[in-house]
């Protein structure tokens, strides 16, 4: 009897075959995120538009906050009904009220009114999230979620690129009415797709019945995500990194300008930036993949931090481009593995929730991330990056201790046989 041969380790998949065995409903998900990326134009144009329309800068600056009320607040919301009532409703309902919100922005009578529809507005705008992350992570075979949440991420990348642009156009030859009517519409269509063509999703009885059961028969909540002290240890890494990202668009253009270069210079280090994120990402995923998750986020973190501290030194607008390039790759190898890190951790009864308990603190440090950038600038100039380099750095060891250097042990692979396709390359 000749000798068994020895199993080989099936090869992790490529970029073509993650691609041409993503399931249908994963292709809708991630098409429509590209959809309401490319036409998410009230952050950007918000403000403009209450201007032009009358209301004081003041008053402008409180409808655009509760807009970023609403945004955070909905991802919390938008997680815990997700896993209560089900993935698909959740992502109809939210794109249905944003677009109906969307569209009420342009009738607004006052500022009272402008606070609440536009907190709606974020609150809507943001719930949808959770579900359509949570719903990736169960039909995506778990060798392959960074690459897919490479692929969402480029998709929010390319959006807000392009978005920008179209919506330039649309101001030169229409006006801001269109330019949301464009926005409400957009989500209309994701919330009509998602509604014909997505399947009704994991069913909401089962998905209760799921939840006590992991929970020792209590009825599931947050309180059970933040009882999860290492992946609590993670979050907080997250919001760090958050405030340390955000210095793109608080510190660095007043640092540049303190060096005495010009917005120009400011202008080719966002190109840098945003040129590396669009070509390299998905590319470097296909190699952060096979590591263990806490690697990539810790390592990718850690050279953010270092890119920070390259600002404190000579600043030559070669030296400049330098730490921009050095922090980019800190973002490229971290953010796919941080999108995937916590539905992959999480009970399945709780995905939504996880989703959403690693979401918000991230927004809440974009949020003050600014606030911190430029008060530490008017404070100690270039030692601001002592300060938000440390947070990244501090960041890379609370994810390390959280997530680990080695595979966590996420428990089965939930039995999808219909929509995970097996991998096969």
């Known amino acids: 009897m000749s000798p068994a041969k020895p199993q080989q380790a099936e090869p992790h998949p490529t970029i073509l075959a993650t691609l041409r065995e993503m399931s249908g409903p994963v292709r809708i998900l991630v098409v429509g995120n590209l959809i309401s990326n490319l036409a998410a134009f009230l952050n950007a144009f918000l403000v403009l538009f209450l201007t032009e329309r009358g209301f004081s800068v003041g008053e402008s600056g409180v409808v655009l906050t509760a807009l970023m009320v609403g945004r955070i607040s909905g991802s919390a919301v938008g997680g815990a009904v997700a896993d209560r009532v089900g993935y698909r409703w959740v992502i109809v309902g939210s794109m249905a009220g944003t677009a109906v919100l969307t569209a009420a922005l342009v009738h607004v009578p006052n500022v009272w009114v402008a606070v609440v529809v536009a907190c709606g507005a974020g609150l809507t705008a943001n719930a949808y999230r959770p579900a359509a992350m949570a719903w ?86 947050y309180r059970h995500v933040l009882a999860d002290r290492r992946f609590i240890l993670v979050v907080l890494g997250l ?70 501290l390259i600002f404190v030194g000579p600043t030559p607008v070669a030296m400049l481009v330098f730490a921009t390039v050095v922090w980019t790759f800190g973002e490229v190898i971290a953010a796919p593995s941080m999108m995937a890190y916590p539905g992959l951790v999480a009970p399945p009864a709780l995905r939504a929730r996880y989703i959403g308990a690693a979401t918000v603190p991230q927004q809440i440090g974009y949020a003050v991330g600014p606030m911190v950038g430029t008060a530490g600038w008017h404070a100690w100039g270039s030692g601001v990056w ?32 219909a929509l995970a396709t097996a991998d096969t390359e």
């Open 136 to 221: 990736v992570v169960e039909l995506t075979p778990k060798d392959r979620h960074v690459m897919v949440f490479s692929m969402l991420r480029l998709t929010f990348n390319v959006g807000a690129t392009v978005g920008p642009l179209a919506a330039a156009l649309l101001l030169a030859y229409a006006s801001y009415d269109l330019l949301f009517y464009v926005d409400a519409a957009a989500s209309l269509a994701f919330g009509i797709v998602a509604f014909a063509a997505l399947g009704p999703g994991r069913d909401a009885g089962t998905g209760a019945e799921a939840g006590k059961a992991a929970t020792g028969g209590e009825r599931p909540g």
């Open 239 to 308: 919001f760090l990194t958050a405030i340390a990202y955000i210095q793109s668009s608080a510190a660095l253009p007043l640092f540049v300008k303190g060096s005495g270069h010009s917005e120009q210079v400011y202008a080719i280090l966002l190109a840098v930036n945003g040129s590396i994120v669009i070509v390299c990402e998905v590319l470097l995923s296909k190699w952060t993949q096979r590591l263990p998750i806490g690697v990539p986020m810790a390592a990718g973190m850690a050279v953010l931090g270092i890119g920070h």
């Open 386 to 417: 002592v300060l938000t380099g440390g947070f990244a750095v501090a960041a890379a060891v609370l994810v390390s201790a959280g997530a680990g250097l080695r595979c966590r042990d996420t428990g089965p692979e939930p039995a999808e046989p």
